[in-house]
């Protein structure tokens, strides 16, 4: 069982950063593809970055935002930069193993974050 923890959301103006962490359980988790998605209220989860184990990535928000894995830490980032208020959502880590299945189905995923809040506004 792959424990997710996510971390580092918050109040940001538009045009700032933010880094979002993703702590998994244990050094598993380096066998595991890891996405992020977001949720803003009454939509439709979104998939935002994919990396598979061999590094690998793809993003649906090019230009700013970046993933990246720190395997040795157990630790996935996604670094997000110029920030919209349309990035307002709730942002979630999840992990499966590597598979040719599109990168951003949610039921596609087993283990899940709790999520954290990312606002944008002035």
């Known amino acids: 069982q792959l424990h997710l923890v996510e971390s580092g959301g918050g109040l940001v103006q538009p045009g700032g950063s933010l880094r979002l962490s993703c702590a998994a359980s244990?050094?598993?988790?380096?066998?595991?593809?890891i996405a992020w998605f977001r949720q803003a209220p009454g939509k439709e989860r979104e998939g935002v970055s994919y990396?598979?184990?061999?590094?690998g990535t793809t993003d649906s928000v090019k230009g700013r935002f970046t993933i990246s894995r720190d395997n040795a830490k157990n630790t996935v980032y996604l670094q997000m930069t110029s920030l919209k208020p349309d990035d307002t959502a709730v942002y979630y880590c999840a992990a499966r193993p590597d598979s040719r299945i599109n990168y951003f189905l949610p039921a596609s995923y087993t283990y899940w974050g709790q999520g954290t809040q990312v606002t944008v506004s002035s």
């Open positions: 244990e050094s598993a988790f380096a066998f595991y593809a």
């Open positions: 990396m598979s184990t061999r590094g």
